[in-house]
Nanobody, 121 residues
Framework: QVQLVESGGGSVQPGGPLRLSCSAS????????MAWFRQRPREGREFVAA????????YYGDGLRGQFTLSRDSAKNTIYLQINSLKFEDTAVYYC??????????????WGQGTRVTVSS
């Protein structure tokens, strides 16, 4: 089992930055990737970014590279999501996931509880 705990969400003004964290614990041997997804109100989960744990490749969802930056501290089993130039449409619950790499939410076995990001003036 793998446990994921996200932190760092909150309310920010448009244009501001935010950094989310996701710490993993438990048996990581079956985990090939860690990822961030987000879910806007009344929408499905959207792929934001992922990193593969053995090759350290980083992937981003369409149109998100540049505004979103994923980084990883392997010693802490923690990934981060730096979000810059926040827009109203970035308002969502951001979820951390772990499992086999893909850009599809249903292929990930483990999920955090989510951290809410609200962009508001």
């Amino acid at each position: 089992q793998v446990q994921l705990v996200e932190s760092g969400g909150g309310s920010v003004q448009p244009g501001g930055p935010l950094r989310l964290s996701c710490s993993a614990s438990g048996t990581m041997s079956s985990v090939g990737a860690m990822a961030w997804f987000r879910q806007r109100p009344r929408e499905g989960r959207e792929f934001v970014a992922a990193t593969t744990l053995t090759t350290n490749n980083i992937y981003y969802g369409d149109g998100l590279r540049g505004q979103f930056t994923l980084s990883r501290d392997s010693a802490k089993n923690t990934i981060y999501l730096q979000i810059n130039s926040l827009k109203f449409e970035d308002t969502a619950v951001y979820y951390c996931a772990a499992g086999r790499f893909s850009m599809v939410a249903r292929t990930y076995n483990y999920w955090g509880q989510g951290t809410r990001v609200t962009v508001s003036s």
